[in-house]
């Protein structure tokens, strides 16, 4: 079942819970009301009877003889009858004294228990039917000036108008419920069609850019930002988000290619010159089986780079354990001391601070950094570590007094196989992923890592690490 379908039948069965509901109030306050006229009406008639008969009744001596005597005494009930209202007259016993014309040979019938409330004083309010026809009854009981009931007034009212106006007002209410329901269901089905319209122009354009796999197509975006609009505004984000990684990964994919191809070369081209005789030198033996050993060494440390960075992309967490990053940052400067190169290597300022961590991996990432100040550092020039530590962050950096880095490379920095000097980086046995692998264990710790630099003046790498 479509959304567009859902909806209109969800508004229309909410308009007709509404319509009925009203309906059945506005039929049930008529209906009500209407009897309660009848009723008042009838009530009205009986006083009227009553205050006239009290007039014959004080005029007797004894009260019984009127009842006794028949209607003889007794004021005509066709004074009070209508062509809708009968009235009747009746002794204590029930029996029938006087009646209006309009009731022919057909007597009001009263039940004993309309009887036996009429005698205690109080008026009694039923309905019966006479020939088909419904009548509204009322009896009233007739009393002297002492309270003393004597007999009983018998009043019915035809219910046919007051039932032919209920049957009009239902049917009324039936027809515009089911007309006004029929134009909801097509005024329904036409809106929500107009305000899913949108949705599917943005349903087929997504459609089309799967299909023609053109990443670069956008949807457009209606002058009105509603939530359509900020439908289409995020949708457009997200296929500028899976663009730029679709492009990364191509690039990615080449690079690594690219990265593969070249020791791969070297090793074939070695062996093809061992197959072709030059094992016979033991000189130039010697010399392949050390450029093949290296070559593999470096695909071996590329292969282990894209491994854990591919953990990394993947989400698995890092190991949790204590670590200590002034007693980290002194072995990873004793362990430059031996990779330096001529460079001299300095130890800043070294504040003790504790974290929750992977100590190997963000030893990984010192290590990288300081090999990379070395690389890019002349003979004679200083690599400097430090290590200090506010409320919050412990900073670590790294500054060396190197050729510093063009400001237009810097926002690549941390792409994976991005090279500022490649010839230099590929003699150095580098695989461009140092720095991507930096930022990438430091993201895992919740951190952030920075970089500032001038050609020719040196650059400064910063770690920020939150403490526990």
Do not use: C
């Not at 020791?263 to 033991?282: C, E, I, Q, S």
């Not at 490379?409 to 140092?434: C, E, M, W």
């Not at 930022?439 to 003046?457: C, F, P, R, T, Y």
């Amino acid at each position: 079942m479509s959304i567009r379908l859902r909806l209109t039948l969800w508004y229309v069965g909410l308009l007709a819970f509404l319509l009925i509901l009203f309906g059945a109030a506005l039929y049930a306050t008529v209906a009500i009301t209407s009897y309660q006229e009848v009723d008042r009406q009838l009530q009205q008639r009986a006083n009227d009877i009553q205050a006239s008969l009290s007039t014959v009744l004080t005029l007797q001596e004894d009260p019984w003889e009127v009842f006794r005597r028949g209607g003889v005494f007794l004021p005509n009930a066709d004074v009070f009858a209508t062509a809708d209202i009968f009235v009747q007259l009746s002794s204590l016993d029930g029996n029938m004294i006087t009646r209006s014309e309009n009731l022919g040979n057909q007597q009001l019938v009263i039940s004993q228990a309309q009887l036996e409330r009429a005698k205690n004083g109080e008026t009694a309010p039923a309905d019966f039917t006479v020939n088909g026809i419904r009548l509204r009854a009322y009896v009233a009981p007739i009393t002297t000036r002492s309270g003393q009931v004597v007999g009983f007034i018998q009043l019915a009212q035809s219910l046919r108008t007051v039932d032919s106006t209920l049957r009009g007002l239902a049917t009324l209410i039936i027809i515009s419920i089911v007309a006004g329901l029929a134009t909801a269901t097509i005024g329904g089905w036409f809106i929500a069609g107009n305000i899913l319209e949108p949705i599917d122009r943005v349903t087929m354009t997504a459609q089309k850019i799967t299909r023609a796999r053109d990443l670069g197509r956008r949807i457009d975006v209606p002058n009105k930002i509603d939530e359509v609009g900020r439908l289409a505004l995020t949708f457009n984000e997200m296929l500028a988000r899976i663009e730029e990684l679709f492009r990364a990964q191509q690039r990615f994919v080449a690079d690594v290619s690219h990265e593969l191809r070249s020791p791969l070369t070297a090793v074939r081209g070695n062996l093809d010159l061992l197959k072709r005789g030059a094992a016979d030198d033991p000189l130039e033996r010697a010399q392949m089986v050390d450029a093949m050993d290296s070559e593999t060494a470096r695909m071996s440390r590329m292969v282990s780079d894209l491994l854990l960075l591919a953990r990394q992309d993947a989400g698995i967490p890092i190991a949790e354990q204590p670590i200590e990053l002034d007693t980290l940052l002194l072995e990873v400067y004793r362990q430059a001391q031996f990779t330096a190169r001529g460079v001299k290597i300095v130890l800043g300022a070294e504040d003790q601070a504790s974290i929750m961590g992977d100590r190997d991996r963000l030893k990984q990432v010192l290590l990288n950094l300081v090999d990379n100040a070395v690389k890019y550092t002349p003979q004679g020039g200083e690599v400097t570590l430090g290590l200090t530590k506010d409320d919050a962050w412990v900073k670590i950096s790294v500054h060396d007094t190197g050729i510093g880095i063009a400001p237009d490379h810097i926002p690549n920095l941390f792409d994976r196989f991005y090279r500022v000097d490649k010839a230099r980086s590929r003699d150095a046995g580098g695989t461009g992923l140092g720095l991507a692998i930096a930022k990438s264990v430091v993201d895992a710790h919740n951190g952030n890592i920075q970089v500032e630099s001038e050609v020719g003046k040196g650059s400064t790498f910063t770690v920020w690490l939150p403490l526990p």
